[in-house]
């Protein structure tokens, strides 16, 4: 499963502004945002959905942490803690959830309207189920990192801002069944810098053996947007369609809940079959259909 749990704000007005005064005044804004967005409640609905579920890992983006302190001062009493939030409401709902890695994206402080400091930090996280025995679920081979390509944003008053995105890879094994699960959250506002990160992932993650799980916000539309022949708008919302088609090799990293299966690979290019239907919850139905020969990757 995979769920973005939501900064509670958008950061945009903040690197638009211009003058000390409006970058103050939007910071201000965006704390309020977060305030009126309720952060806990959020993480309670996704408790929830993964309770009805029982997904055996869960990728998470947009796991934030929102601080504050005195003006012009360290921002050291945290307010609000997506994750430690979502964690408590799993385990008041019975379900037995741990941490396997924690990837850092973003930190800052700065000073706000409201006469405080305002902290920020943003996370990747993947959890996954503690209840089972190691013969059931294993994970091994843990990693996380940031892409090598990131957004830069230039700012008068903050100068050029990097904003970092990631991934956290494990490798499991699941009743005898291995696989690698990759959780990601790509670039949403520059497509070169996504197209860059996304193949990143492909050519390096992605070059293996093992059926590869790729769940995450890959902030993408249906392959119909990229003019790939063969896929009708929202032709993945069809249970069980499947169409064999040529796809260009950035078309493997576009969201869609779908199975791709590589046929045969030319340069630059690839036959591939496409097995849509929605997103199973349970890794199980994930590794059955991401199993046998060929390269099967579910993207979602």
């Known amino acids: 499963m995979t769920r973005n ?15 000390p005064q409006d970058f103050a005044i939007q910071v201000a804004a965006a704390y309020l945002e ?53 964690l408590t409401a799993l385990a008041a709902r019975g379900q037995q959830y741990t941490v396997i890695a924690i990837l850092k994206e973003f930190e800052a402080e700065a000073p706000s309207a409201l006469g405080i400091e305002i902290g920020f930090a943003d996370f990747d996280v993947l959890i996954a189920r503690t209840d089972l025995s190691v013969s059931e679920l294993k994970v091994s081979n843990i990693q996380a990192q940031h892409f090598l390509t990131n957004l830069v944003i230039p700012n008068p008053i903050l100068g050029p801002v990097t904003i970092p995105h990631g991934w956290i890879s494990v490798d499991g094994k699941l009743r005898g069944k291995n696989f690698r699960f990759i959780t990601t959250h790509l670039e949403g506002f520059h497509p070169a810098v996504q197209a860059a990160q996304a193949s990143e992932l492909v050519q390096g993650l992605g070059n293996t053996d093992l059926p590869v799980i790729i769940a995450g916000d890959l902030n993408t539309a249906p392959l119909a947007s990229f003019g790939v022949p063969g896929c009708p708008p929202r032709w993945e919302s069809r249970d069980q369609s499947s169409v064999t088609t040529s796809l260009p090799v950035p078309a493997l990293q576009m969201r869609g809940s779908f ?14 079959k496409i097995h849509s239907r929605r997103l199973p919850p349970p890794i199980n139905d994930w590794i059955s259909c991401c199993s046998g020969t060929g390269t099967r990757v579910w993207m979602h």
């Open 5 to 19: 749990l939501d900064e509670g704000t958008d950061f945009g007005p903040i690197f638009q502004a211009t003058t």
């Open 259 to 272: 199975c791709i299966r590589v046929i045969q690979a030319l340069p630059g290019r690839c036959i591939a």
């Open 34 to 86: 977060v305030q009126a967005r309720n952060i806990p409640e959020r993480a309670a609905a996704i408790a929830d959905e993964i309770a009805a579920q029982q997904p055996y890992l869960v990728g998470l983006q947009e796991v934030s942490v929102w601080s504050t302190g005195p003006l012009f001062m360290h921002a050291d009493t945290e307010t609000f803690n997506a994750l430690r939030s979502l």
